[in-house]
C-alpha cells in the first residue's frame, strides 16, 4: 500500500511539474537537418530545464508564417521565408540562425548526367518560394541555365515522395537535404550537385514575432538557451553514437545512412546560433535577384539578435 502510495505521488508530482511548464508551439516544414537542433534539446530534456515543454508542429512555410502572425506558434524554423516576410513589412525577425550551410543535394535519374543535361526536364520541391526553391534557381543560375525558362520546377511532395517519383520517371530530378541523398543513392538515383560547393546561406533558425520579443523576453531567452544547447549536444564529438540514434530516429533511415551524414550534417550548425553578416546580405541578394523581395532592405528590419548574443555569452558558445 505505501508502495502504490509512492508511485500515486510521484505521478501527480510529475503532472504537476509539467503543467507548470510553460507552452512553446513551434513550426517547422519537414524532417530536415534544420530542426535537428530543436529535437535534440526537446530529448535531452534542455528545454524542460527551462521550464518550457516545446510541442513541434508540422506546417508549410507560408502556412508557418502567417501562423506566427498570428500568435498561434511562438515559433517558426523556416529562416529563409522568415527573412522574406520580415524584409516585405511583416512584423516578424530571426532571433537565431540554426543551421548555415546548405547541405542539399540535387538527384536525378541514371539518365541525366550533368545539371546541363537538366534542360528542358522536370525537377520536383517540396514546396515552391521557399528557400530549397530559391537555391534551386541559384544553383541553376551558376550552372548558366534560366530557371525560369529551361527546367520546370513544380511541387512533388515531401521527400521520400520525391524520391520515389523520380525512381518511376514522373520527374527527373528533385533537391533532398542530408541524409536523404544516401537514401537516393540507394534507390538508384545520382547526385548531380551539392548545393554547399556553390552557396552559403542559412536555411534554419528561429524566428518570433515583434510582440513576442518585446514582452516575453525572458521566455525568448529560455528558448534561445534551450537551443543553443541542442546544438552543443550534436556537435560534442563524444556524443556521435547518441546523435547517430537520434538522426536514425529523426529522418528514420538506417543506422549506416545515419552514420555516412553524422559529419556533414553536424557542421552545419554555428554553435552561438550566429552567422556572418556576408552570408545574410548576400540571402537578401539571392531573394532580391529572384524578385522575392524589391529594394534595398537593412538587416535591423530582418534580424534581432540582442538575446541571442547574451544567451551565447552566458553559455560560453564559441
Not at 31 to 37: H, K, R, W
Not at 259 to 271: E, F, G, H, K
Request: proline fraction near 4%; charged fraction near 25%.
Amino acid at each position: 500500500m505505501k508502495h502504490l502510495c509512492g508511485i500515486l505521488l510521484s505521478f501527480l508530482f510529475y503532472l504537476d511539474s509539467v503543467a507548470a511548464q510553460e507552452l512553446i508551439k513551434i513550426g517547422y516544414p519537414s524532417t530536415s537537418y534544420t530542426t535537428l537542433p530543436i529535437v535534440a534539446a526537446v530529448r535531452a530534456g534542455f528545454f524542460a530545464q527551462e521550464g518550457l515543454r516545446v510541442e513541434l508542429i508540422r506546417m508549410a512555410p507560408n502556412i508557418s508564417i502567417i501562423a506566427l502572425v498570428n500568435n498561434q506558434v511562438e515559433f517558426v524554423t523556416v529562416q529563409g521565408s522568415i527573412i522574406r516576410g520580415a524584409a516585405r513589412g511583416l512584423p516578424i525577425k530571426s532571433v537565431a540562425v540554426i543551421a548555415d550551410r546548405p547541405v542539399y543535394y540535387l538527384v536525378a535519374r541514371d539518365a541525366v548526367t550533368s545539371i546541363n543535361a537538366l534542360k528542358g526536364k522536370t525537377i520536383g520541391l517540396n514546396s515552391l518560394g521557399g528557400s530549397a526553391h530559391l537555391m534551386t534557381k541559384e544553383l541553376l543560375a551558376h550552372y548558366r541555365l534560366d530557371p525560369d525558362k529551361d527546367v520546370t520546377m513544380i511541387v512533388s511532395g515531401d521527400h521520400k515522395s520525391s524520391i520515389e517519383s523520380v525512381h518511376v520517371g514522373q520527374i527527373d530530378a528533385t533537391v533532398v537535404p542530408v541524409p536523404w541523398q544516401v537514401v537516393s543513392k540507394k534507390a538508384g538515383l545520382k547526385v548531380v550537385a551539392y548545393y554547399g560547393d556553390v552557396l552559403r546561406m542559412p536555411l534554419g533558425g528561429l524566428g518570433a514575432s515583434d510582440e513576442f520579443i518585446q514582452k516575453r523576453g525572458d521566455t525568448l531567452k529560455r528558448v534561445l538557451r534551450g537551443t543553443l544547447k541542442g546544438i552543443g549536444f550534436l556537435r560534442q564529438k563524444e556524443k556521435k553514437s547518441e546523435v547517430v540514434k537520434l538522426i536514425v530516429d529523426w529522418f528514420n533511415v538506417d543506422r549506416e545512412t545515419a552514420a555516412d551524414s553524422y559529419d556533414q550534417i553536424i557542421l552545419a550548425y554555428p554553435p552561438d546560433g550566429r552567422t556572418s553578416t556576408e552570408v545574410l546580405e548576400k540571402d537578401l541578394e539571392i531573394s532580391r535577384q529572384l524578385g522575392a523581395i524589391k529594394g534595398t532592405v537593412p538587416l535591423s528590419r530582418v534580424v534581432n539578435f540582442k538575446m541571442l548574443d547574451e544567451v551565447a555569452r552566458e553559455l560560453g558558445a564559441k
